[in-house]
T-cell receptor, first 115, second 113 residues
C-alpha cells in the first residue's frame, strides 16, 4: 500500500494523559499536513510541514500540541495533558512539491477518545 | 465564519439517478478546489479537483463545475451507485496559504437501491 498511513487507528485515553500519533506520508511527498475533524464537521487545519520544517501552525494548535517531522519523512503529533475536548479524528495528509502540489491525499485517521 | 459551505446537508437519490452536490465559497482569492468523499470511519478520499482558471472538469462518472461569478462549485455524479453513499466535502485552497485546505461541513449522500 503506497498511500498515507496513520497509527494507531484508535486511541482511548484518560484525561490528563499524553498521547502520540504517527503519520507516514506517501514516499515521494515532501509536504505533510495535520487536520482535526469533529463529528459532523469538515477537517480543520492544524499544522503543515515542508520536508522537516514546520512552516505554519493554526490557532487551534494550543501549547499542549506539538508536531515533528524529524527527517522529513514520517511525522508525529503529540497531545499533552489531554482534555475531553481533544476527542476527535486526527487526519494526516501529504502532497508533492510538483505540479500537483495542491492535491492532498489523506490517511485513514486516528480517532481519539478522551474519557 | 466558514469560507466554504454547502447548501444542503443531506441528499437522497435513487440508484441510477444523477446526483448534484453544491458548494458555495466566499473567498475570491481561492484558486483551487477539491471534492473529497468520506465514508464512515475513514479518511477523506480524493475525487476530483479544479483550478480557478477552469469552468469544468470531468472524471470517471464525476464532473465538477466552477462558477466564479457567483462563487459556486458543484459535483455531479452520473448513474449514482450504492457505493457512492458517503459524506462529500468541497475544500478550497486560498492563494498564498501554504496550500492548506479549508473545508465545508459536508453533504451526506444516500443512494437508495
Amino acid at each position: 500500500d503506497t498511500g498515507v498511513s496513520q497509527n494507531p487507528r484508535h486511541k482511548i485515553t484518560k484525561r490528563g494523559q499524553n498521547v502520540t500519533f504517527r503519520c507516514d506520508p506517501i514516499s515521494e511527498h515532501n509536504r505533510l499536513y495535520w487536520y482535526r475533524q469533529t463529528l459532523g464537521q469538515g477537517p480543520e487545519f492544524l499544522t503543515y510541514f515542508q520536508n522537516e520544517a514546520q512552516l505554519e501552525k493554526s490557532r487551534l494548535l494550543s501549547d499542549r500540541f506539538s508536531a515533528e517531522r524529524p527527517k522529513g519523512s514520517f511525522s508525529t503529533l503529540e497531545i499533552q495533558r489531554t482534555e475531553q475536548g481533544d476527542s476527535a479524528m486526527y487526519l494526516c495528509a501529504s502532497s508533492t512539491a510538483g505540479t500537483r502540489r495542491e492535491t492532498q491525499y489523506f490517511g485513514p485517521g486516528t480517532r481519539l477518545l478522551v474519557l | 465564519g466558514e469560507s466554504v459551505g454547502l447548501h444542503l446537508p443531506t441528499l437522497s437519490v435513487q440508484e441510477g439517478d444523477n446526483s448534484i452536490i453544491n458548494c458555495a465559497y466566499s473567498n475570491s482569492a481561492s484558486d483551487y478546489f477539491i471534492w473529497y468523499k468520506q465514508e464512515s470511519g475513514k479518511g477523506p478520499q480524493f475525487i476530483i479537483d479544479i483550478r480557478s482558471n477552469m469552468d469544468k472538469r470531468q472524471g470517471q462518472r464525476v464532473t465538477v463545475l466552477l462558477n466564479k461569478t457567483v462563487k459556486h462549485l458543484s459535483l455531479q455524479i452520473a448513474a449514482t451507485q450504492p457505493g457512492d453513499s458517503a459524506v462529500y466535502f468541497c475544500a478550497e485552497n486560498i492563494r498564498g496559504s501554504n496550500y492548506k485546505l479549508t473545508f465545508g461541513k459536508g453533504t451526506l449522500l444516500t443512494v437508495n437501491p
